[in-house]
């Protein structure tokens, strides 16, 4: 098979991203400059706007910080369409072979993560201290709720609270936090899905896990290694002088100094808007890992889990030993391509394991952990799933045929477009600035276009009090959307439980695909079975 031409340097010196772009087309392929760079050229490419700019360029347009999220540009050459479901004629497995019984919407696809039950195989998070996560933060959670999955707090949030109280450097009182906890748990049915909280090497100093487990009741701490930014740490942007000025005093590093004087001046006359805030990068000791999630435990929390990110293969099987011994309840793994805060726009592209070469890795491990008899935690994949077809692909190859390692899928940025989308809709809506065409085919009013408040009407007494548009167009994505596609998919493949679609049901379409993951592809399944099935 011939080798795939790789185009991505055609775009190293111009972003979408980072809002570039060069005067030509037909840019140099190893560069990304003009071939002819010119000294009157009016475009500003990666180069030209760093050189006014400098740092800023590192990082998604920064107009943007609070309202967007981001993902790689990046062909990583492997990805979840290079495999295909393989559907199939005949049985139905996990429901009676009934053709008036086994149809779709009769396929369970509930799972269970850790010790709790989802009523979809979806985890949404982390939502940390970022801007975006804060302002949408009741779409989010409320939806999260309505759906039965499990919604994770992400780092930063008592750190970045301003109305947070201390006291010998702990934290005693996050109003942000208990907001963000208490708005899940308004429409939470009490058994499906729960809300998490994730603590990073800051929050550890801080102490919002034992705030969150004494003060909150959170029955799910979820520790962070690295990932935060692609691999050094949350990041996000402070607008003001001020804000500056007091994370610094809680700690965090803020960059540039917003104590030196003279940078306090260009703030003021405008040299640049916004100062950056980074959290430290944690350093793993594997025996304290161990005694903190022993504490963790006494201190009352009922699981403990652990999100790490793309890192290479020693780290991952480091990950997974560690969490074999501190019998973790489940790790979620976030593949390469995308963040819901300011990651490096470099680091987005080219640092990091892509998702299907780490799950790949993860699995590898899981098998070796089995083989010894060791305890193999429940895993969850995350890293640019957006639909029903990933999600499939990514449990059925996790199945050599005692069940999936993987129970879910975590999302992070789709369901923040969910809401998002969702809430410019309905600002618009109440300016009657709606699109034309939409208008004519779905209607002005909310509930008219949102076509799954029907449902959540009736589930909630004919009543929409206090459920947000974003939660009711969050639960028409995951819900009515994902959930449904995924019933179709497994329905087609005979399978009507989660838990029985397996490496069987998926072929590799490329060889690169079938190398990686042991996958075969279809010319390789008719060559062993052809002759068999013809005799």
């Known amino acids: 098979m011939p080798e795939r031409v790789d185009k991505n340097s055609a775009y190293l010196n ?39 700019r400098g740092r800023e360029v590192l990082y998604p347009e920064p107009h943007q910080f609070g309202k967007s999220t981001q993902g790689a540009l990046k ?11 393989q559907a199939k004629l005949n049985g139905a497995e996990g429901i009676e072979p009934d053709p008036d019984v086994a149809i779709f919407p009769n396929v369970d696809i509930g799972t269970k ?61 996050s109003s942000e936090l208990k907001r963000r906890v208490e708005e899940f748990r308004r429409f939470w049915d009490g058994k ?41 740490g949350g990041e996000v942007r402070l607008w003001t002088l001020e804000r500056a000025l007091e994370l ?31 959290s430290r990068v944690g350093m793993i000791d594997a025996k304290k890992f161990l005694e903190e999630v022993d504490a963790l435990r006494e201190q009352g929390a009922k699981q403990v889990t652990l999100k790490t990110g ?22 979620t793994f976030d593949g390469a391509e995308g963040g819901t805060g300011m990651s490096p726009v470099p680091m987005i592209d080219e640092m990091g394991t892509p998702t299907v070469y780490l799950e790949a890795q993860v699995l590898k491990c899981a098998q070796i952990l089995r083989r010894k008899g060791r305890y193999v935690p429940d895993i969850v994949m995350a890293g640019g799933f957006i639909n029903e077809t990933q999600m499939f692909k990514a449990i059925a190859m996790s199945n050599f045929g005692d069940g999936p390692y993987v129970k879910a899928i975590l999302m992070g940025r789709s369901p923040l477009t969910a809401v998002m989308k969702a809430n410019y809709f309905v600002e618009l809506a109440k300016e009657g600035k709606l699109p034309k065409a939409f208008v004519e085919r779905y209607g002005e009013n909310p509930e008219r276009f949102f076509i799954s408040a029907m449902t959540i009407k009736a589930n909630n007494g004919g009543r929409l009090d206090g459920i947000p ?67």
Not at 201 to 229: N, T
Not at 517 to 523: A, E, K
């Open 14 to 52: 111009s972003k979408s991203t980072t809002g570039t772009q060069t005067r030509v087309r037909d840019v140099s392929p190893s560069s990304g400059l003009c071939p002819i760079c010119i000294r009157d050229c009016p475009f500003l490419c990666e180069v030209g706007l760093s050189a006014f």
């Open 75 to 85: 062909d990583y050459w492997i990805d979840w369409s290079h495999f295909n479901i």
């Open 113 to 173: 993560v850790g010790e709790t039950p989802l009523k979809l195989p979806i985890l949404i998070g982390a939502y940390g201290s970022t801007e975006v996560a804060r302002l949408h933060w009741s779409g989010l959670a409320v939806g999260a709720a309505l759906c039965g999955i499990t919604i994770t707090i992400g780092e930063n949030v008592c750190g970045m609270d301003p109305d947070a109280k201390f006291s010998g450097g702990k934290v005693v009182h």
């Open 192 to 232: 499906h899905g729960d809300v998490a909280v994730q603590t990073n090497v800051e929050d550890q100093r801080l102490g919002v896990d034992e705030y969150a487990i004494s003060k909150l009741e959170v029955d799910i701490i979820e520790r962070k290694w690295g990932q935060g930014a692609k691999a050094i």
């Open 248 to 278: 610094k005093r809680r700690g965090y590093i803020v960059i540039p100094d917003p104590e030196d004087k003279a940078v306090q001046e260009a703030f003021k006359r405008g040299v640049f808007d916004s100062f950056e805030r980074h």
């Open 310 to 331: 793309a890192y290479r293969l020693a780290d991952v099987a480091f990950t997974m030993k560690l969490a074999s011994e501190a019998k973790l309840n489940y790790v």
């Open 469 to 535: 548009w974003e939660a009711i167009g969050l639960y028409g994505y995951l819900h009515d959307r994902v959930g449904v596609g995924l019933q179709q998919l497994m329905a087609g493949c005979r399978k009507w439980k989660l838990s029985l679609i397996s490496r069987s049901d998926i072929v590799s379409l490329t060889r690169r695909a079938k190398e990686v993951t042991g996958i075969p592809m279809p010319d390789d399944m008719a060559e062993e079975s052809l002759e068999a099935l013809l005799d």
